[in-house]
């Protein structure tokens, strides 16, 4: 893997790799000092175009963890604002030569564009409503910590998935790993054509009770400049998972920022079948997982070979 | 008053030429075969069998070799050549030398420039600058409405006596039944064609491509097609009301054709465009969200492509236009989604689809022809035709040429070409436009004399 740009372009092995590789650094979450020397002297660069809390610390902390160096470059406040293109900020920024750029833009195909223009591994952090490929391996590691085995499981995504860049990853990721996928949302929030991508649509969720896991999308209040449902009111009596609605053995998954009582109730938040939190938590060894295997082994960086004994993993070679 | 000469540019000097041994090829006239043909002061002077015209003093020689087609020149009703305002796109001399390098003798330049072509003034002065600029014959059709802004109509009365050929508010749509209704009928006062940009922006706003499988796939917003169609019924159906005269530009799926071919059965006069690459490519190739792949409006799918073919075939859809749409290197080199819409098309457009349709037997050439021909008859203006006598407008081919486009650059100031890098078969070889050389292809491959 050179870059990590979609769940697209993944294959079943590589997403199991990437996995298998994030439980081996769970551990080292655990430790009191929680840092391994795996890509020492590499330097992580997260170029944000859109606010993100959790995804940006989330990256921050792994490539810390991982001992890299990490720069963290917003748009917002910089060269950006006063009219810099894409490309000259990426040209600009590569001076610096970064071993990886961790891009979250709003446009699709972004960090594919970008992968063009410099020699950095590009990793997708979000691009527009196209792809988010860390949150969808994240939530495949949560989902197979929690259940064994993904193969042959119903799950339900729910709610808007017109802009979810989530919904999108997901799906694909799912389905790669053998579980069967149904978007459920109201009819103006799920995309025309989407069916193509394999998954069942329906428009009312009188048969969520046959799904083993329900992922419930944000509602995102910020994309809502039209009226895609009449009200919120309206949307949670017919599309918000709560008590009623999900019945006992089903994991409740939710990429978060929660709107409470909007498309979850909150008794279901804090309910023992949410995994909401561990989604949060594989972040970081899902995300460290990704950058290792991007960087490490391929162009080792003369004075940090891995120290002997730290981490007993073997680098990927580039594909 | 008499009118003014609607179409102005062109070659300052008139070619003395001798055409020998070409394949002619002029679908108005029925010629079909070799033949020699001198071109002398403006004019075609004469036609004779092939192999029975000696070169004169002064005059070259094109050798056709029995095997080089020569036809009339194409014309094309729609494109944009960005002046004023915007020629680091494209100008009045770069925008025709790349309409010449296509084979074309005739263009149409929109008005969504900057400032808007919408007053007299402004179309006399760049009437003035196409003249003296100019590579082969302009004309300027400026807009229906002031600003482009569907308010209020441009004085289209005083455009007309300018020399405007039309009106339309291209890149975006006469979005008031009411505003385009007024057009209509001060139509009957000033002429020309109202050509029609179709697109209910309410049911457009937000997307950057065609609605369907891959804009799901790709999470980019849809354009659905009843965007375009919805508003080609209801502008037939207010053509039909005023008996007005209406042209829908870049038409691009099926249930516009469907409306497109109602209106014709019932005898309103209207008339329709497609681009090549509506002709040619399907929102399958938006896939890998190449920037020039977008374009107003989105390529569609393949069954909206083959209605589209059938359209131009049977005669429902009038000609081909290009919709040459250039756009600065940097402004394409974006995201997909921030990027403009358009594709440049001139100098790939008659290869394009000579490779695609021809080629595959799908198009007969002597149709192609004809489609590509037709645009001027529909704004008034005579078609080139191969025929002593006539003004020398003519394109010499080459179908057997293998080129791939762009691999020599481009005569347009932009390079945002849908088919760059696609391997093409026939090259314009030479563009004569109001009697005088106006395009030579750049490779040596061809003349003595």
């Not at chain 1, 020397?37 to 859109?50: H, K």
């Not at chain 2, 400026?142 to 455009?159: D, F, H, K, N, S």
Request: charged letters at 25%; aromatic letters at 4%; a negative charge.
């Amino acid at each position: 893997m050179n870059h990590l740009l979609s769940i697209a372009e993944l294959d079943r092995a590589a997403i199991e790799r990437v996995v298998t590789q994030a439980e081996r650094f769970a551990e080292v979450s655990d430790r009191e000092i929680k840092k391994v020397p795996a890509l020492r002297g590499r330097m992580v660069l997260n170029l944000f175009y859109e606010a993100s809390t959790r995804t940006r610390s989330s990256f921050e902390l792994a490539a810390k963890r991982l001992s890299a160096d990490v720069v963290n470059f917003a748009a917002s406040g910089s060269s950006v604002e006063k009219g810099e293109s894409l490309k000259d900020t990426v040209l600009t920024l590569s001076a610096h030569k970064p071993d990886a750029i961790v891009l979250r833009t709003p446009w699709a195909g972004a960090s594919e564009l970008v992968s063009r223009w410099c020699s950095a591994a590009i990793v997708n952090a979000g691009d527009g409503k196209h792809e988010h490929p860390t949150q969808a391996l994240l939530d495949v590691y949560t989902l197979r910590r929690r259940l064994g085995e993904i193969d042959g499981a119903s799950i339900w995504i729910v709610g808007d998935v017109a802009h979810s860049r989530v919904a999108r990853s997901n799906l694909l990721a799912f389905q790669k790993m053998g579980a069967k996928v149904t978007v459920a949302g109201p009819p103006t929030l799920i995309p025309r054509g989407i069916e193509e991508l394999g998954c069942e649509v329906r428009f009312t969720l009188d048969e969520l009770d046959g799904a083993d896991v329900v992922y419930a999308l944000r509602m995102q209040r910020e994309r809502m400049n039209e009226t895609w449902v009449p009200s919120l009111r309206e949307y949670a009596s017919w599309y918000q998972i709560n008590g009623r609605r999900l019945k006992p053995r089903q994991v409740l998954m939710h990429p978060g920022p929660v709107n409470r009582g909007v498309e979850l109730s909150g008794e279901v938040v804090d309910s023992p079948q949410a995994v909401i939190t561990a989604q949060v938590e594989a972040g970081v060894v899902v995300r460290m997982a990704v950058l290792y295997e991007l960087l490490s082994g391929v162009h080792p960086p003369p004075a940090a070979a891995p120290a002997h004994g730290e981490v007993a993993l073997r680098g990927v070679a580039a594909r | 008053m008499s009118r003014p000469s609607p179409l102005l540019g062109g070659p300052e000097t008139a070619a003395r030429l001798l055409l020998s041994d070409v394949v002619a090829l002029d679908p108005r006239t029925g010629l079909d075969g070799p033949i020699d043909v001198r071109v002398r002061d403006g004019l075609i002077s004469e036609l004779a069998a092939a192999g029975t015209l000696l070169a004169e003093d002064g005059e070259e020689l094109l050798a056709g070799e029995g095997r080089r087609r020569l036809v009339p020149g194409f014309f094309d009703p729609h494109v944009h050549l960005r002046t004023p305002g915007q020629e680091h796109k494209e100008d009045l001399e770069t925008g025709t030398r790349a309409a010449a390098a296509g084979g074309y003798v005739g263009v149409l330049a929109m008005p969504n420039t900057d400032p808007v072509l919408d007053s007299a003034p402004l179309l006399r002065s760049l009437r003035e600058s196409a003249a003296r600029q100019a590579r082969i014959p302009v004309g300027f059709i400026p807009a229906i409405t002031r600003g482009l802004a569907g308010e209020q109509l441009t004085e289209m009365a005083e455009l007309a006596a300018e020399g405007a050929l039309g009106f339309t508010d291209d890149g975006r749509p006469v979005a008031s039944a009411g505003m385009l209704r007024k057009a209509l009928q001060y139509q009957r006062l000033c002429g020309g064609v109202l050509a029609l940009h179709e697109e209910d922006q309410t049911l457009s706003r937000g997307g950057a491509m065609h609605e369907g499988a891959v804009s799901a796939a790709l999470g980019i917003g849809g354009i659905p097609t009843i965007a375009e169609s919805t508003m080609v019924a209801r502008d037939v159906a207010l053509a039909g009301y005023e008996g007005g005269r209406v042209h829908f530009q870049h038409l691009s799926c099926a249930e516009s054709v469907e409306a497109l071919a109602a209106g014709k059965s019932r005898g309103f006069r209207v008339s329709g465009e497609v681009s090549p690459h509506h002709l040619l490519l399907t929102e399958e190739d938006v896939r890998g969200l190449d920037t020039r792949m977008k374009m107003h409006p989105p390529l569609a799918t393949e069954a909206d492509r083959r209605s589209l073919i059938e359209g131009l075939r049977s005669g429902t859809i009038d000609c081909v236009a290009t919709d040459h749409a250039p756009h600065a290197r940097d402004e394409k080199e974006v995201p997909f989604e921030q990027a403009p819409m358009g594709t440049t098309g001139l100098e790939t457009a008659f290869a394009a689809l000579y490779t695609g349709l021809v080629v595959p037997g799908i198009l007969e050439l002597s149709l192609l022809i004809e489609r590509m021909t037709a645009g001027a008859g529909l704004f008034g203006l005579p078609s080139a035709t191969i025929a002593a006598g006539e003004p020398a407008n003519l394109a010499l081919l080459d179908l057997d040429a293998e080129w791939v486009a762009g691999e020599h650059g481009w005569e347009s100031r932009s390079e945002n070409c849908c088919f760059a890098g696609r391997r093409l078969k026939g090259r314009v070889l030479v563009t004569i436009a109001a009697g005088g050389v106006a395009h030579r292809d750049r490779s040596p491959a061809l003349v003595e004399g």
